[in-house]
């Protein structure tokens, strides 16, 4: 195991607030980690910051043994690939012109044959190589979804971040979405991903970060992320965990009367 | 109608439309005989071409439909080419040329020069237009990021500025010079030549080539800033890729023909409808539409009155009902 | 076009009935009817006259009666007009006569603190003359669209400023004036006249057609407007029209940007007899030639000159300037010096 993606002591503020405080973070190769937490604790922001597009103010990012501020922007987007919070664009392009986009930093003007190799590539490892000549903005959600995905991939990355790569998709959606991404991690990507649902993230991922008011919560040896103690301190008194198969799902208290 | 065939059409139109062009004027100035006589003499020669070369064949044909013909398409080209760009720079379908204050600019420019003769008016105009988009531009920029919203913001204010200094301009000066403001604004070709022609080619083929170099950049600013940045671009070095070249290949074309309204924003939309938004495919066929289009609004026009009418009456009153009636019917290549 | 001449000859001789009404109303009260077709009364002559139009102050200059004139127009104080009235009134000389707006814009607070018993604007400026007529002002609206326009404004201007017999004598002067060119052309056939086409400052492309001063001003001349088929008062003609008209003379009017020069080395022009034979001419001056005075007379003369030089051989423009100018303006030294 290698470690692709090291983040130390990240400090990050916006506005005077707080955001991050003293968070370090490891990403390996061919593992799934996961970043939760509630709303504000400053998962999407602790992310933004490992894809560049935030500058921490202070602490250092390695990334595969070289300062992240050092890559040039299309360096960087050939080792990370990002995918940003839903975002729908207003003009029809074909599904293949979308994820084609992904190719812009290997690209010098137009590109060619080979880009165009990747995409369909692309397209058929996501699974939706026969949406490629559909308008994307007349594709359900979770279609979209598999698109921007695609076009991650098209960016060959070593690591792949991925912002609530579940939002607005229904629930068969979300695990046909998960599956997929659980399986870049098992061909050796780096995949990091920020959720809400802590169910989904304990049935797919590896290695999990609890964030809690822009820190990291740890819990000891012996217990396991999704132990009830550990996620009490995380979200609040009211749940509970039940096992399911070697790991469990969470749960609300409610009143049994 | 399939994109393939339509695409060939596209760019099949302007080859007959350029040449028929020639044979269109005023009724009783020069036959299509004669016309064809002096296209052909070098290789049939059926007339001694001495007698068309000398006389008024030749300057109606050589000096005066040719240039403006060339002027009619490279303008309707360069305005299209750069709505194109700036709609999908701008992720919305309706920005066009003018939007960023560029029109308001070189009317002010224009009015400036026809004024005070401190500047050639062409020089004038193309300055100003320049300046507006660029004060545009710069207004819009905070914390070295330019979004959509504050561009075209800043553009509705700097248009509105220079239109109110247009109209000091145009308050403070005599009626003679205040016609040939007015003229000016309303756009015409009718005073098209091989000098304007060489003054303006350049600034607009030098847009144009650019533009097309970075056709497909377009496709990838067009998803959004932050989609931009993802896949390794800056999205605000990518945008002034754009913006300069298509205010270019605009300003060119506004210094020597004026304001022509409509076709910046009605073209791109045609082509959109024709072929997609794909910019790769899109750009171009909007150059080739987008000349035809003004060149033929200017044929209708040289035919219609013996006395010219701004150009930019006719592309507004055709433009405008043309765009409503495929914007009713069709699929309109955008969504809200 | 002999017939004309004559009738345009008699009526300088025996001025026509309207012309006289004016005058006979009563000892004390003047009735004038301006462009609008407005009934204008005055108990006397006005004494303090605010006149926002160019044109009509030269009339009024060369009526002699400029003392009652306490407002002009801003662009009188312009480089090209201000050279000729800085010789005629020590007052605009010094910049000292107050100019309450332009040809288009009025200061309506300043022409009332001026107390004028009379404004002169063009006609068309309808809310301004109805906030000066609410407030008790008499505005004489002017329109010119002919020569005629011109000798009736001459003429009511006249009646309101107590120059009626100076009015009656310019007009008069006018006319036989012109009958003397005209007479000189009058007997040539139609096909032996000469072409004109006539090109405004706007652009090249920009001149008048049929029922238009300009037109007036070219059959005057006893030559044809080559855009005379076209009834428009201004127009932008299409480049191959006047190609195919092939003028056999260019008259410019008075151009800051462009002269005779940039139009024969124009290659789009060179196909034209006019360029071909160098005769493309542009007037001096807008103030010398001005198509909306009587001075207009001088032009006429010009374009005659300039179409029939053997037929004018006798007429020496510089010394019709002049000669013209006295007339007009009388004994005025510095003015005549400004001529030269």
Same mark, same amino acid.
């Given at each position: ?7 130390l002591?990240?400090f ?9 405080h003293?968070?370090?973070? @490891?990403?390996?190769q061919g593992?799934?980690?996961i970043i939760?937490?509630k ?6 922001t602790l992310l933004?910051i490992m894809?560049g597009?935030?500058k921490?103010d202070?602490?250092t990012l ?13 360096e960087?987007a050939?080792i990370i690939?990002?995918?940003p919070?839903?975002h729908r664009?207003i ?5 293949e012109?979308v994820? &084609?986009?992904?190719?812009a930093s290997?690209?010098?003007?137009i590109?060619?044959?080979e880009d165009?190799?990747i995409?369909?590539?692309a ?5 939706i190589i026969h ?6 903005t007349?594709l359900s959600?979770?279609?979209q979804? &598999?698109?921007m995905?695609?076009r991650v991939l098209?960016? @060959?990355?070593?690591?792949v971040l991925l ?5 607005h998709?229904d629930f068969v959606?979300q695990a046909?979405?998960?599956r997929l991404i659980?399986e ?6 780096a ?5 809400h649902?802590?169910n ?6 590896d290695r999990?970060?609890f964030l809690?008011?822009?820190?990291v919560?740890?819990?000891?040896s012996?217990?396991k992320p999704?132990d009830?103690?550990v &996620?009490?301190?995380?979200y609040g008194?009211? &749940?509970?965990?039940?096992?399911y198969q070697?790991r469990?799902?969470?749960?609300p208290?409610?009143d049994?009367? | ?9 596209i760019?099949?139109?302007p080859?007959?439309l350029?040449?028929g062009?020639l044979f269109?004027?005023p009724?009783d100035t020069?036959?299509?005989k004669e016309?064809?006589?002096w296209?052909?003499g070098?290789?049939?020669?059926p ?9 008024l064949?030749?300057?109606i044909?050589?000096?005066v439909?040719?240039?403006r013909v060339i002027l009619a398409f490279?303008?309707?080209?360069a ?11 701008f992720r ?7 939007l ?6 070189s009317a ?5 020069a026809l004024?005070?003769?401190?500047m ?10 320049m300046?507006a988009?660029?004060?545009s ?9 330019v979004?959509?919203i504050?561009?075209?913001l ?6 509105g500025?220079f239109?109110?200094?247009?109209t ?8 003679f ?8 604004t309303?756009?015409?070709?009718h005073?098209?030549?091989w000098?304007?022609?060489?003054s303006?080619?350049?600034?607009t083929?030098a847009?144009l080539?650019?533009l097309l ?6 496709n990838v600013?067009a998803l959004?800033?932050e989609?931009t940045?993802?896949v390794?671009?800056?999205?605000e070095?990518q945008?002034l890729?754009v ?6 290949a605009?300003s060119a074309s506004?210094?020597v023909?004026?304001?022509?309204g ?6 791109p939309?045609?082509t959109?409808?024709l072929?997609?938004?794909d910019n790769?495919r899109t750009l171009?066929?909007?150059l080739?539409?987008g000349g035809s ?15 010219e009418?701004?150009?930019g009456i006719?592309?507004?009153l055709i433009g ?7 914007l ?9 | 076009?002999?017939?004309l ?6 009526r ?5 009935a309207?012309e006289v009404a004016a005058q006979?109303?009563s000892?004390q009260?003047?009735e004038v009817r301006?462009?609008?077709?407005k009934?204008l009364?005055?108990?006397?002559p006005?004494?303090r006259?605010?006149?926002?139009i160019?044109s #009509?102050?030269?009339?009024i200059y060369?009526l002699? #009666?400029? #003392? ?11 480089e090209e007009?201000y050279?000729y009235?800085?010789?005629?009134d ?17 200061n309506i607070?300043k ?5 004028p018993d009379?404004v002169i604007?063009w006609?068309?400026?309808?809310e301004?003359?109805?906030?000066l007529?609410?407030?008790?002002i008499p505005?004489?609206g002017?329109?010119i669209?002919?020569f005629?326009?011109?000798?009736q404004e001459?003429?009511?201007?006249g009646?309101l400023t107590g120059a009626?017999?100076?009015a009656?004598?310019?007009? #008069?002067?006018?006319?036989e004036?012109l ?7 009058a ?6 006249r000469v072409?004109v086409?006539y090109?405004w400052?706007q652009g ?5 057609g049929?029922g238009?001063?300009?037109?007036e001003?070219?059959?005057l001349?006893g ?10 008062e201004?127009l932008v003609?299409n480049?191959e029209?006047?190609l195919?008209w092939?003028?056999q003379?260019i ?7 462009k002269?005779?020069?940039d139009?024969?080395h124009n290659?789009m022009?060179?196909s034209l007899?006019?360029?071909r034979?160098q005769r493309?001419?542009e007037f ?10 009587l001075?207009?007379q001088?032009a ?7 179409c029939?030089?053997e037929l004018f051989?006798d ?5 019709e ?6 007339e007009l ?7 005549f010096?400004?001529?030269?």
């Amino acid at each position: 195991m290698t470690s692709l993606l090291e983040g130390l002591h990240l400090f990050f503020s916006y506005g005077g607030r707080g955001v991050l405080h003293d968070v370090t973070i @490891e990403v390996q190769q061919g593992q799934f980690t996961i970043i939760l937490g509630k709303n504000g604790s400053g998962k999407s922001t602790l992310l933004r910051i490992m894809a560049g597009l935030l500058k921490p103010d202070g602490g250092t990012l390695q990334v595969m043994g070289r300062d992240l501020n050092d890559l040039s922007l299309t360096e960087r987007a050939k080792i990370i690939g990002y995918l940003p919070q839903f975002h729908r664009p207003i003009f029809p392009f074909s599904v293949e012109d979308v994820v &084609l986009t992904g190719r812009a930093s290997y690209v010098n003007l137009i590109p060619g044959h080979e880009d165009r190799r990747i995409v369909l590539r692309a397209l058929e490892r996501v699974g939706i190589i026969h949406l490629r000549l559909r308008p994307f903005t007349e594709l359900s959600g979770g279609e979209q979804q &598999l698109v921007m995905i695609a076009r991650v991939l098209a960016q @060959e990355p070593k690591i792949v971040l991925l912002d609530e790569p579940t939002a607005h998709l229904d629930f068969v959606n979300q695990a046909h979405v998960l599956r997929l991404i659980r399986e870049f991690a098992d061909s050796e990507l780096a995949v990091v991903a920020v959720l809400h649902d802590p169910n989904i993230a304990f049935l797919y991922g590896d290695r999990f970060i609890f964030l809690k008011e822009g820190q990291v919560e740890s819990w000891s040896s012996s217990q396991k992320p999704w132990d009830t103690e550990v &996620l009490q301190k995380v979200y609040g008194p009211e &749940l509970r965990s039940i096992p399911y198969q070697d790991r469990a799902l969470v749960v609300p208290i409610i009143d049994s009367k | 109608m399939q994109p393939r065939l339509a695409l060939f059409l596209i760019y099949l139109i302007p080859v007959p439309l350029l040449i028929g062009s020639l044979f269109i004027g005023p009724a009783d100035t020069v036959s299509t005989k004669e016309v064809l006589a002096w296209l052909t003499g070098p290789w049939f020669a059926p007339t001694p071409s001495a007698v068309l070369d000398s006389g008024l064949v030749r300057t109606i044909i050589w000096d005066v439909r040719l240039p403006r013909v060339i002027l009619a398409f490279l303008v309707g080209a360069a305005l299209s080419g750069s709505g194109t760009a700036l709609q999908a720079l701008f992720r919305n379908p309706l920005v066009d040329p003018y939007l960023l204050g560029l029109s308001s600019g070189s009317a002010f420019g224009a009015a400036l020069a026809l004024a005070t003769s401190w500047m050639p008016l062409q020089v004038s105009a193309f300055s100003f237009g320049m300046a507006a988009v660029g004060a545009s531009y710069f207004l819009a920029r905070t914390r070295k990021s330019v979004t959509v919203i504050s561009l075209i913001l800043s553009g509705i204010i700097v248009s509105g500025i220079f239109t109110s200094l247009l109209t000091i301009v145009q308050f403070l000066t005599d009626p003679f010079r205040l016609q040939t403001i007015v003229h000016w604004t309303m756009g015409n070709l009718h005073n098209a030549s091989w000098a304007k022609l060489n003054s303006s080619a350049p600034g607009t083929l030098a847009g144009l080539v650019w533009l097309l170099l970075f056709r497909w950049r377009m496709n990838v600013l067009a998803l959004g800033d932050e989609e931009t940045r993802a896949v390794g671009l800056n999205p605000e070095h990518q945008k002034l890729l754009v913006l300069i070249p298509a205010t270019l290949a605009a300003s060119a074309s506004v210094a020597v023909a004026g304001v022509i309204g409509l076709v910046g924003l009605v073209v791109p939309h045609m082509t959109r409808m024709l072929i997609g938004p794909d910019n790769t495919r899109t750009l171009p066929a909007s150059l080739a539409l987008g000349g035809s289009f003004l060149l033929l609004v200017d044929d209708c026009s040289r035919v219609a009155a013996s006395f010219e009418v701004p150009i930019g009456i006719f592309t507004t009153l055709i433009g405008g009902p043309f765009f409503i009636f495929l914007l009713r019917r069709s699929r309109v290549g955008w969504e809200i | 076009m002999l017939l004309l001449s004559l009738v345009l000859e008699g009526r300088g001789l025996f001025p026509l009935a309207s012309e006289v009404a004016a005058q006979e109303v009563s000892a004390q009260t003047i009735e004038v009817r301006d462009f609008r077709g407005k009934a204008l009364s005055l108990r006397q002559p006005a004494e303090r006259i605010v006149c926002l139009i160019e044109s #009509a102050l030269s009339g009024i200059y060369m009526l002699g #009666a400029e #003392a009652r004139i306490v407002g002009i127009s801003a662009n009188v104080y312009r480089e090209e007009t201000y050279r000729y009235y800085a010789a005629m009134d020590e007052r605009i000389l010094n910049k000292t006569l107050p100019s309450p707006g332009n040809w288009d814009f009025i200061n309506i607070e300043k022409v009332v603190g001026l107390k004028p018993d009379l404004v002169i604007i063009w006609a068309h400026q309808e809310e301004a003359i109805r906030v000066l007529e609410e407030r008790g002002i008499p505005v004489y609206g002017v329109f010119i669209r002919s020569f005629e326009d011109i000798y009736q404004e001459m003429l009511a201007l006249g009646n309101l400023t107590g120059a009626r017999e100076r009015a009656l004598q310019l007009v #008069a002067h006018t006319r036989e004036s012109l009958g003397r060119i005209q007479s000189r052309t009058a007997a040539m056939a139609s096909g032996d006249r000469v072409r004109v086409y006539y090109m405004w400052a706007q652009g090249e492309l920009e001149t008048s057609g049929k029922g238009s001063t300009v037109d007036e001003l070219i059959s005057l001349a006893g030559a044809v407007n080559v855009c005379g088929s076209i009834e428009q008062e201004h127009l932008v003609v299409n480049i191959e029209k006047v190609l195919k008209w092939d003028p056999q003379v260019i008259v410019m009017w008075h151009n800051a940007r462009k002269d005779p020069g940039d139009i024969l080395h124009n290659p789009m022009w060179q196909s034209l007899s006019a360029v071909r034979q160098q005769r493309v001419y542009e007037f001096p001056g807008i103030f010398p030639c001005d198509l909306w005075t009587l001075k207009f007379q001088y032009a006429v003369k010009m374009v005659a000159k300039w179409c029939y030089p053997e037929l004018f051989r006798d007429l020496d423009l510089e010394k019709e300037k002049l000669v013209l100018f006295r007339e007009l303006y009388g004994e005025r030294p510095a003015l005549f010096e400004r001529m030269h």
